[in-house]
């Protein structure tokens, strides 16, 4: 069990921020026999003005005596923005009146004393309550939010000092909720955002785009990210606090973080010098009971970065599952048999599983009895317990669901309909938000409604299609944020992305497909599917809820309401669904060595966690004794896939030396598709004809590298040269920017890219057999051979698969292909298609 308390003396003089290292900087440098006074240094304070103004007659201050009753004292509450100037100065006093009316607005002082009685808030902000953009603001002035400087002993004995703290971490699930907050937040303190200013105090780090300054006091970031600075920094002593958002979401980067925070917590601050690290835990719709238990149960279970094993375990043989693994829901990952593959066949195997996984057990732990009073805040802080949990009501307005009175067929074709009646029967003003699958869903919606609004009156406002979907660039994704033009009704075309955290103004109706795309992994066949299922009541609600932040509105379910009836409460956790291959490699980088004793919230299936040791193992990530290796570090430190990761670096071995090929093809791979949907045979033709001279007889990957060469080979008109070859212009706009921060990632890790001006270098038939054994280092298990009946079934699980016909193989037959994923739709199909012989196949599968 941790301790509530702080380890460090809190004064009770005004909170001074002092940012001691910038988000480059490492954060565990220590300073030794430095005869420089502290004010020189450190940068000058910065406050952040967040709130009401806090004094002593408030009680709103520690004293040195320790936490006094709390008594708050409103009368106190001032405006603090008299320090910002210009227009960030107007910007913010016109939002601080929008602010004082959020549900958490009154509860604040309720937040602060939470935090300073213990170590872990649990909150249930409820939708509209404000909790993701005002809760970091609430904290930023707590004393215990300042940098403190503790001594610290060096490796040789000698004495000095490290700076621990004096930032708030945020985490959201999506970057495209890290950058919209953050550039909320910035606005509402008065300050500049991110890496615009060296003096700003608001700031996010996404993939691919860190935008923080030496002054960072609240950094927004996606979960990825910080799993990445916990690499560098375990103790992550940049921060005072970490938050972390949207956690019923549950993908399996959140369980991540969780678990290596109650590690941290548990482990006495290990790595922060006894400087409490404070958490939040902050959802709109999650049961918290779960998360009590988590945070408060089996204070006994060892460290899972220890190496020690139970003895009598250690030397038995590989037993398979555990009682309490069989308790394990099943989730579609038990029902398929074993396939045999090569690396099954190494002889080493089975000592190579006995010392990289150590049998589970579950929590020993009671489930709290307290229910949130939906009437007003729930705060629980007794003595003995290490959690405080609060409940916030949200500010919703009525929400009208309309739902579908038959099954729908075509979910494109009703959003359509729909969307023409909202805008033909309803006034301004009044934004359409539509729920759909994929990128490809919102774009071929986004063709027609832009169609269709040709054919409108002039007496009817104007309609403005925005789609909105995580392989967008950043500045496309932007626009919908901003006001909609006069006289222009907005319908912004959304995956899931849009369910939380995401507030676009002016929404009034929502259409809802109720599916979404997931990813299901099925173990014994060691098959990867990406499936579109429907989605949770708790996500159906997500999505209504959209339609009542600012007034009341409308819901279209494209379901009937007995569909909605049947739906599953909660989504169901990635972790217990997903490759857990990126989570494995994650866990050994970070220094866990007993995967199995982790602290999961949902332990995830034993076989599931031995297929991704195996995965890691024949990618040469891990050694024969399952500990990480050399490769392994480097493939967890790049913001990749596990197989592209191991691609990239294959590409910069000697024998390879294919660098810039390969980025510009797992760049093209971070969109969903850069050829444009086309909706009729006659243009459909006409592309085919336009593209012929990008089309390369090896395969789509190779079509993927010369398109992005010759787009990139274009230095005068890039939009014409997409237009003319039917090449979707935004999606390779992402697709340079990826290239570029690829490119600088290679740079920083000394991975050899030789010249960066590659664009009008030829494609041999030698090269292009490079490029495709560089792939095979990491898709060897995504291969099927060619069957005598001219079907194709997979290497490895024997299942059949065809070639989907968006690919350039499509109707060809070859000895052999590989492929980037494996969708199932009315049959099962491989995507990303390129040919391959047998032999390569047999290389990379034997290593």
């Not at 709103?60 to 960030?88: F, I, M, W």
């Not at 003895?311 to 048999?337: L, R």
């Not at 760049?667 to 850069?674: F, G, P, Q, T, Y």
């Not at 193989?809 to 298609?833: D, Q, W």
């Amino acid at each position: 069990m941790f301790s509530g308390i702080d380890k460090v003396a809190m004064t009770s003089g005004p909170p001074q921020i002092k940012q001691e290292t910038s988000s480059t900087s490492k954060p565990d440098l220590i300073i030794f026999g430095s005869k420089r006074k502290r004010k020189n240094d450190e940068p000058q304070s910065t406050v952040l003005n967040h709130g009401p103004s806090q004094d002593s007659n408030g009680g709103d201050r520690n004293t040195s005596s320790g936490n006094k009753k709390y008594k708050p004292n409103h009368a106190a509450v001032q405006n603090p923005l008299e320090g910002v100037q210009g227009k960030l100065k107007e910007k913010a006093r016109k939002l601080w009146d929008q602010r004082k009316t959020l549900p958490i607005w009154s509860h604040a002082d309720v937040i602060r004393q939470s935090l300073r009685d213990k170590d872990v808030l649990l909150l249930v902000g409820e939708t509209g309550s404000g909790k993701s953009t005002q809760v970091p603001q609430i904290l930023a002035k707590e004393t215990w939010c300042t940098t403190q400087r503790v001594p610290a002993t060096a490796a040789n004995g000698k004495k000095g000092f490290v700076h621990v703290g004096g930032c708030i971490a945020i985490t959201e699930p999506r970057r495209v909720a890290a950058v919209s907050l953050a550039r909320r937040v910035a606005e509402e303190v008065g300050t500049p955002l991110g890496s615009s200013s060296p003096a700003s105090t608001v700031g996010y780090n996404v993939r691919f785009d860190n935008s923080t300054s030496p002054c960072t006091k609240i950094k927004f970031l996606t979960e990825g990210m910080l799993l990445q600075e916990m690499l560098r920094d375990p103790g992550l002593r940049e921060y005072s606090a970490v938050i972390v958002d949207e956690v019923h979401e549950r993908g399996v980067n959140v369980d991540l973080v969780m678990g290596f925070l109650k590690t941290l917590i548990n482990g006495k601050y290990k790595g922060r010098y006894g400087v409490p690290l404070k958490v939040g835990v902050m959802s709109a719709t999650v049961s918290m009971e779960g998360l009590i238990k988590f945070f408060e149960g089996d204070s006994e279970t060892r460290d899972p970065l220890s190496s020690g094993y139970r003895q009598a375990e250690a030397e038995s043989e590989w037993s398979g599952f555990s009682e309490s693994d069989k308790e394990t829901p099943d989730t579609g990952a038990n029902q398929e048999p074993h396939g045999r593959s090569g690396l099954q066949k190494n002889n080493n195997l089975r000592a190579f599983h006995n010392k990289a996984c150590d049998p589970g057990r579950e929590l020993s732990t009671e489930a709290s009895s307290d229910k949130p009073d939906r009437n007003g805040p729930l705060l629980r802080t007794t003595n003995d317990s290490a959690v405080a949990i609060c409940h916030i009501e949200g500010r919703q307005y009525p929400v009208t669901v309309v739902y579908s009175p038959e099954p729908v067929q075509d979910f494109v074709d009703a959003s359509l309909r729909n969307i023409f009646q909202i805008h033909y029967k309803e006034p301004l003003p009044g934004d359409i938000l539509v729920f759909l699958t994929g990128q490809t869903t919102v774009e071929s919606l986004e063709h027609l409604v832009n169609e269709y609004a040709i054919g409108m009156s002039p007496d009817l406002p104007n309609l403005l299609a925005l789609p909105l979907f995580a392989a967008l660039p950043q500045s496309a994704q932007q626009r919908v944020f901003l006001p909609a033009p006069p006289k222009t009704r907005k319908v912004i075309l959304a995956t899931n992305i849009a369910e939380t955290s995401v507030t676009v103004s002016g929404v009034r109706y929502v259409i809802d497909c109720g599916k979404s795309k997931i990813k299901q992994f099925r173990t014994r066949i060691g098959l990867d599917s990406l499936l579109v299922k429907p989605i949770s009541k708790s996500a159906a609600i997500q999505r209504k809820g959209r339609a009542g932040r600012e007034a009341p509105g409308q819901c279209y379910r494209l379901y009937t309401e007995q569909d909605y009836l049947n739906l599953q409460s909660q989504n169901t956790p990635e972790i217990l669904r997903c490759d857990l291959g990126q989570a494995v490699l994650t866990m050994k980088a970070r220094g866990v060595t007993n995967i199995i004793d982790f602290a999961f919230l949902d332990p995830p299936p034993r076989e599931a966690i031995e297929k991704a040791l195996m995965q890691l193992f024949q990618l040469k990530a891990l050694d024969d004794s399952g500990a990480i290796s050399k490769i392994g570090l480097e493939m967890a430190r790049l913001p990749l896939t596990v197989p592209l990761a191991r691609v990239l670096l294959a590409a910069g071995e000697p024998e390879l030396r294919c660098v810039p090929e390969v980025i510009d093809i797992i760049s093209a791979l971070s969109v969903e598709n850069i050829f444009l949907t086309l909706h009729s045979e006659e243009r459909e033709e006409e592309a085919q004809v336009a593209r012929r001279e990008l089309y390369r007889r090896e395969g789509d990957h190779l079509t993927l590298l010369t398109t992005v060469r010759a787009y990139c080979a274009e230095h005068t008109d890039r939009k014409g040269w997409a237009e003319r070859h039917f090449v979707s212009h935004r999606a390779m706009q992402a697709v340079v920017d990826v290239r570029k921060q690829l490119r600088a990632q290679c740079y920083r890790s000394r991975i050899h890219t030789g010249s960066d001006d590659t664009d009008n270098t030829p494609i041999t038939s030698e090269l292009a057999t490079t490029i495709l054994k560089c792939f095979l280092n990491g898709f060897a298990v995504n291969t099927a051979r060619l069957m005598p009946d001219g079907s194709y079934k997979t290497v490895v699980g024997n299942q059949l698969v065809a070639i989907h016909p968006s690919s350039g193989l499509y109707g060809k037959k070859v000895e052999a292909i590989m492929y980037n994923e494996f969708v199932f739709t009315n049959r099962s199909y491989a995507r990303g298609v390129s040919a391959v012989q047998m032999d390569w196949v047999g290389e990379a599968i034997g290593g």
